[in-house]
Structures are given as C-alpha cells and as structure tokens.
C-alpha cells in the first residue's frame, strides 16, 4: 500500500498557480487602492490650502 500524496502532482501545480493569480490580483487591488488613497489624500491637502487665509 502507498503512503503518497493525496493529490496527483498535476492537481497541487494547477493548486499553486491559481493561488498565484489570487495573489497577484489581490496585490493589483491593494495597489489600485493605496493609489486612489494617496491621491485623495493630496486633494484634501490642496482643499486645505486654498481654505488658509493671506493675511
């Protein structure tokens, strides 16, 4: 009797690859959202400066 993996070696490649792109696709979303945040940021602060009085 065998004691091998329980998944063939095909199923835990097409595991890890997947796992990759959820990986790269959670990243992408992290990415796009620290962006957006950094430009709200930044507008907020433009808002701020038109709002200082001169004098």
């Known amino acids: 009797m065998s004691h091998g993996p ?3 070696p095909a199923a835990t490649t097409a595991r ?3 796992a990759v ?3 790269r696709r959670t990243s992408l979303v992290m990415l796009r959202a620290a962006i ?3 430009l709200a940021s930044f507008q907020l602060t433009v ?3 038109h ?3 001169d004098g």
Do not use: E, H, K
């Open 36 to 38: 957006v945040g950094w």
């Open 16 to 18: 890890r690859t997947s």
């Open 21 to 23: 792109g959820a990986s």
């Open 51 to 53: 709002g200082i009085p």
């Open 47 to 49: 808002d701020d400066w």
């Open 6 to 8: 329980a998944l063939a």
